[in-house]
């Protein structure tokens, strides 16, 4: 099992920024791809980033490419989402996940932070 817990969520002004953090316990953290994900209210759940299990390459959902950078820390178990130019429509709750190399489902899930964007 790998257990996951965000951090970093707020209410931040629009064109602000915000770092979330995901530290995972349980299982070795390295050979697992971080990916995360953000659901607002009356939507489905959706892809906003994802990194390799050594950071080597990443994906980004187009609404937040060229604002949001994911990085992982190996040593300190521990994924991250810096974004910058926050807009309102990033209001969302925004969940970490984890999945094995091997598959193309994420596994692990975390509980979630909650992002507000004001405009």
């Known amino acids: 099992q790998v257990q996951l817990v965000e951090s970093g969520g707020g209410l931040v002004q629009a064109g602000g920024s915000l770092r979330l953090s995901c530290v995972t316990s349980?299982?070795?953290?390295?050979?697992?791809?971080m990916g995360w994900f953000r659901q607002a209210p009356g939507k489905e759940r959706e892809f906003v980033a994802s990194i390799s299990w050594n950071g080597g390459g990443s994906n980004y959902a187009d609404s937040v490419k060229g604002r949001c950078t994911i990085s992982r820390d190996n040593a300190k178990n521990t994924v991250y989402l810096q974004m910058n130019s926050l807009r309102p429509e990033d209001t969302a709750v925004y969940y970490c996940?984890?999945?094995?190399?091997?598959?193309?489902?994420?596994?692990?899930w975390g509980q979630g932070t909650q992002v507000t964007v004001s405009s």
């Open positions: 349980g299982r070795t953290f390295s050979p697992y791809v």
């Open positions: 996940a984890a999945r094995s190399v091997l598959k193309s489902a994420y596994d692990y």
